[in-house]
Every structure is written in structure tokens, then in C-alpha cells.
């Protein structure tokens, strides 16, 4: 079982910045998914950023160019750096680990509210 613990949302003006975090702990073995998803009121789950196997990056097309993953493996930590925010990313932000002996843990999620 991998727990995960979100932190760093919260309210930010539009052109903001917010750095989100997602400790993971437990059976933290051949992880290979480490991602950031979001869902806004009245919308689906959507995958924001994911980094796959430690080394590629993948991102929405929406957030490209504002957002950046990244990993600290001696921390088991996942990184979302979150730049030029919108109130169209205005969402609640789960955390996503998956791993090779086929676990899927969700963290609680941690809120990001962009508005002026």
C-alpha cells in the first residue's frame, strides 16, 4: 500500500505562483507513474502532469510551458510547480502513484483557487 499526503494549495491571484507537493510512503517499489491530476466543479478528472518510469514528463496542453513536474526520490516527494495561474485552473489537485505490483493510491487532494 503507498500513502500519499498533498500539501501547498490554496488562493492565488491570476499570474501567481503555487508550488504543490505529494509525500508518498508505504511500498514505494518499482514505482513507474507519478502524476498530478485535477478536477474542476461540474468536470472530469483530468491528468495535468505525469512523469513516467522517472524520466519522461508528460503535461496537458493546457498547462504546458506553465507547469512543471518533478521528482525527489530520496524524498519520495512529487513536485508540481504551477506558474502564470489562471482561474481556469481553478481545481481540486490529487496526486496519483502507481506502481508495477499494480497499486493505484490517490492522495486526499489539496485545493487551488485562482481569483483575483
Known amino acids: 500500500q503507498v500513502q500519499l499526503v498533498e500539501s501547498g494549495g490554496g488562493l492565488v491571484q491570476p499570474g501567481g505562483s503555487l508550488r504543490l507537493s505529494c509525500v508518498a510512503s508505504?511500498?514505494?517499489?518499482?514505482?513507474?507513474?507519478m502524476g498530478w491530476y485535477r478536477q474542476a466543479p461540474g468536470k472530469q478528472r483530468e491528468l495535468v502532469a505525469a512523469t513516467i518510469a522517472g524520466t519522461s514528463a508528460n503535461y496537458a496542453d493546457s498547462v504546458k510551458g506553465r507547469f512543471t513536474i518533478s521528482r525527489d526520490n530520496a524524498k519520495n516527494t512529487v513536485y508540481l510547480q504551477m506558474n502564470r495561474l489562471s482561474p481556469e485552473d481553478t481545481a481540486v489537485y490529487y496526486c496519483n502513484v502507481q506502481t508495477l505490483q499494480g497499486i493505484d493510491s490517490w492522495g486526499q487532494g489539496t485545493q487551488v483557487t485562482v481569483s483575483s
Open positions: 508505504g511500498s514505494m517499489f518499482n514505482v513507474y507513474f
